[in-house]
Structure formats: structure tokens, C-alpha cells
């Protein structure tokens, strides 16, 4: 069965050591609600690309890439 995006995103995230707690839909962009495992600091990131325009792998490791990025400042 196919997944929606968000289910990939979460899936994708617990590989790093985090859990997705929210997505919130914005003109500007998504804020992407994530708690890290370790510490159970929970950051707010910024996304420009929206969660729901995810075609692919490479979009969706991207995303992540920019999550983490943002969630170690």
C-alpha cells in the first residue's frame, strides 16, 4: 500500500534519531515539529518545500537532510 508523504517523512526521521511530531501547512512553507530521541529537545524547523509536494527519494532525502541541518543549531 502506498504511503502518504508525512508516513515517509516520519519513517525517514526515525533512522537519524528523531520523531516527527507535527507538520503545519503554511503559505511560506511547512514548520516540521520534530523531538530528538536522545535528548528530547524539541525543535521547530522551517521548510520551504511543502511535505505533500514529495514526488521522489531524492526530494524526500533532501527534506531530511534540511531538517537535521537545522535541528543541530
Same mark, same amino acid.
Given at each position: ?5 508525512? &508516513? =515517509?517523512?516520519?519513517?525517514?526521521? &526515525?533512522? +537519524?534519531?528523531?520523531?516527527? =511530531?507535527? $507538520?503545519? +501547512?503554511?503559505?511560506?512553507?511547512? =514548520?516540521?515539529? &520534530? $523531538?530528538?530521541?536522545? *535528548? !528530547?529537545?524539541? &525543535?521547530?524547523?522551517? #521548510?520551504? *518545500?511543502?511535505? #505533500? #509536494?514529495?514526488? !521522489? ?5 533532501? =527534506? ?10
Amino acid at each position: 500500500m502506498a504511503k502518504n508523504p508525512s &508516513v =515517509l517523512l516520519a519513517n525517514e526521521l &526515525v533512522k +537519524h534519531g528523531f520523531e516527527l =511530531l507535527d $507538520v503545519y +501547512h503554511t503559505r511560506e512553507g511547512d =514548520l516540521i515539529r &520534530v $523531538v530528538e530521541k536522545l *535528548t !528530547g529537545r524539541v &525543535v521547530l524547523v522551517k #521548510s520551504k *518545500t511543502p511535505v #505533500s #509536494s514529495i514526488a !521522489g527519494a531524492n526530494d524526500m532525502a533532501g =527534506l531530511v537532510n534540511e531538517i537535521l541541518k537545522q535541528a543541530k543549531q
